[in-house]
Protein backbone atom coordinates (compact mmCIF):
# COMPACT_ATOMS: atom_id res chain seq x y z
CA UNK A 1 0.00 0.00 0.00
CA UNK A 2 2.86 2.51 0.93
CA UNK A 3 4.04 1.79 -2.22
CA UNK A 4 1.41 2.51 -4.50
CA UNK A 5 1.12 5.92 -2.46
CA UNK A 6 4.80 6.57 -3.31
CA UNK A 7 4.33 5.83 -6.87
CA UNK A 8 1.09 7.96 -7.41
CA UNK A 9 3.19 10.73 -5.63
CA UNK A 10 5.81 9.99 -8.36
CA UNK A 11 3.24 10.26 -10.80
CA UNK A 12 2.17 13.63 -9.80
CA UNK A 13 4.94 14.84 -9.19
CA UNK A 14 6.00 14.00 -12.99
CA UNK A 15 2.54 15.34 -14.48
CA UNK A 16 3.45 18.54 -12.41
CA UNK A 17 6.86 19.33 -14.29
CA UNK A 18 5.09 18.34 -17.33
CA UNK A 19 2.86 20.98 -16.89
CA UNK A 20 5.36 23.41 -15.32
CA UNK A 21 7.63 23.04 -18.45
CA UNK A 22 4.75 22.84 -21.05
CA UNK A 23 2.59 24.85 -20.52
CA UNK A 24 3.41 27.10 -17.59
CA UNK A 25 7.00 27.42 -18.29
CA UNK A 26 6.96 31.60 -18.63
CA UNK A 27 4.28 32.03 -15.91
CA UNK A 28 5.96 30.34 -12.84
CA UNK A 29 9.91 29.48 -13.79
CA UNK A 30 10.78 32.32 -12.81
CA UNK A 31 9.67 31.85 -9.06
CA UNK A 32 10.53 27.99 -9.09
CA UNK A 33 14.10 27.87 -10.67
CA UNK A 34 15.09 31.74 -8.95
CA UNK A 35 15.43 33.03 -13.26
CA UNK A 36 15.30 36.08 -14.39
CA UNK A 37 12.59 36.47 -16.75
CA UNK A 38 14.75 37.13 -19.82
CA UNK A 39 15.97 33.92 -19.57
CA UNK A 40 12.86 32.13 -18.59
CA UNK A 41 11.59 33.11 -22.30
CA UNK A 42 14.94 32.58 -23.95
CA UNK A 43 14.61 28.77 -22.50
CA UNK A 44 10.80 28.47 -23.08
CA UNK A 45 11.27 25.84 -26.19
CA UNK A 46 14.24 23.97 -24.70
CA UNK A 47 12.08 23.79 -21.37
CA UNK A 48 8.95 22.46 -23.64
CA UNK A 49 10.96 19.90 -25.23
CA UNK A 50 11.93 18.83 -21.70
CA UNK A 51 8.41 18.86 -20.90
CA UNK A 52 7.56 16.54 -23.55
CA UNK A 53 10.55 13.68 -22.08
CA UNK A 54 8.44 13.84 -18.82
CA UNK A 55 5.74 13.62 -20.45
CA UNK A 56 6.53 10.67 -21.88
CA UNK A 57 7.65 9.28 -18.10
CA UNK A 58 4.03 9.74 -17.10
CA UNK A 59 2.75 7.79 -19.52
CA UNK A 60 5.34 5.14 -18.76
CA UNK A 61 4.41 5.37 -15.02
CA UNK A 62 0.91 4.79 -16.24
CA UNK A 63 1.23 1.52 -17.63
CA UNK A 64 2.90 0.91 -14.74
CA UNK A 65 -0.61 1.11 -12.50
CA UNK A 66 -2.83 0.77 -15.45
CA UNK A 67 -1.50 -2.50 -17.49
CA UNK A 68 -3.71 -6.00 -16.42
CA UNK A 69 -0.48 -8.33 -17.09
CA UNK A 70 1.27 -7.91 -13.53
CA UNK A 71 4.41 -8.96 -15.23
CA UNK A 72 4.05 -6.24 -17.68
CA UNK A 73 3.10 -3.52 -15.38
CA UNK A 74 5.69 -4.15 -12.97
CA UNK A 75 8.32 -3.70 -15.90
CA UNK A 76 6.94 -0.34 -17.08
CA UNK A 77 6.59 0.36 -13.23
CA UNK A 78 10.23 -0.28 -12.49
CA UNK A 79 11.52 1.11 -15.48
CA UNK A 80 9.59 4.48 -15.41
CA UNK A 81 11.05 4.76 -11.64
CA UNK A 82 14.50 4.08 -12.50
CA UNK A 83 14.14 6.79 -15.74
CA UNK A 84 12.82 9.37 -12.60
CA UNK A 85 15.81 8.50 -10.02
CA UNK A 86 18.52 8.73 -12.99
CA UNK A 87 16.99 11.58 -14.38
CA UNK A 88 16.70 13.16 -10.98
CA UNK A 89 20.82 12.68 -10.12
CA UNK A 90 21.46 14.26 -13.26
CA UNK A 91 19.37 17.15 -12.81
CA UNK A 92 20.92 17.23 -9.10
CA UNK A 93 24.51 17.63 -11.08
CA UNK A 94 23.75 19.67 -13.42
CA UNK A 95 21.15 22.32 -12.37
CA UNK A 96 20.71 21.73 -8.51
CA UNK A 97 20.82 19.45 -5.66
CA UNK A 98 17.05 20.21 -5.03
CA UNK A 99 16.02 18.30 -8.07
CA UNK A 100 17.39 15.13 -6.02
CA UNK A 101 15.00 15.47 -3.46
CA UNK A 102 12.36 16.14 -6.11
CA UNK A 103 12.45 13.58 -8.31
CA UNK A 104 15.19 10.91 -7.11
CA UNK A 105 14.24 10.54 -3.03
CA UNK A 106 9.95 9.45 -4.19
CA UNK A 107 11.11 7.80 -6.89
CA UNK A 108 13.76 5.32 -5.14
CA UNK A 109 11.72 5.28 -1.97
CA UNK A 110 8.47 3.72 -3.69
CA UNK A 111 11.02 1.03 -6.06
CA UNK A 112 12.29 0.39 -2.19
CA UNK A 113 8.91 0.00 -0.60
CA UNK A 114 7.78 -2.47 -3.61
CA UNK A 115 10.90 -4.56 -3.67
CA UNK A 116 9.78 -5.12 0.22
CA UNK A 117 6.16 -5.09 -0.51
CA UNK A 118 5.42 -2.26 2.01
Known amino acids: MIAKILYLVVVLIHVYIVLLEMV ?3 KRAGRV ?5 ALVEQT ?17 L ?5 LSDPRLATAFG ?9 AGLWGAL ?8 VQTAP ?6 AYYFGI
Open 24 to 26: FWK
Open 44 to 60: APMASNQGLYNLFLVVA
Open 107 to 112: ALLALI
Open 78 to 86: AYALGCVGV
Open 33 to 37: FRMPQ
Open 94 to 101: TVSPRIAL
Open 62 to 66: LLGIG
